[in-house]
């Protein structure tokens, strides 16, 4: 069992930056983040996998958000750039173990670990 606690949410005016962090407990092969806005489903925002550091984002975050992850550290980032106000949600953490590769960004179902969340808010 892997324990993800993300951490780095909060409000900011459009336009700006926040970078959230989530260390996880244990091995992961993919990680990834989600978000779920009021009343709409979660959906992925974006999946980085450990053997390959390779990066896959949804078109609505593209070339403003950023994920990595410091493999020392167990740690996982997203930089968010310019936000917007849609981007206003629960951020969640996500992970999985070994054999979870598929070379794209992973859908929500196809992760097995999960934070508790973190709010950001985006005000116009």
């Known amino acids: 069992q892997v324990q993800l606690v993300e951490s780095g949410g909060g409000s900011v005016q459009a336009g700006g930056s926040l970078r959230l962090s989530c260390v996880a407990s244990?091995?992961?092969?993919?990680m990834g983040w989600i978000r779920q806005a009021p009343g709409k489903e979660r959906e992925g925002v974006a999946t980085?996998?450990?053997?390959?550091?390779?990066?896959y984002y949804a078109d609505s975050v593209k070339g403003r958000f950023t994920i990595s992850r410091d493999n020392a550290k167990n740690t996982l980032y997203l930089q968010m750039t310019s936000l917007k106000p849609d981007d206003t949600a629960l951020y969640y953490c996500?992970?999985?173990?070994?054999?979870?590769?598929?070379?794209?960004?992973?859908?929500?179902?196809?992760?097995?670990?999960w934070g508790q969340g973190t709010q950001v808010t985006v005000s116009s």
């Open positions: 996500a992970a999985s173990g070994v054999n979870c590769y598929r070379g794209r960004l992973l859908n929500v179902y196809e992760y097995n670990f």
């Open positions: 980085i996998y450990t053997a390959s550091g390779r990066s």
């Open positions: 244990g091995y992961t092969g993919c």
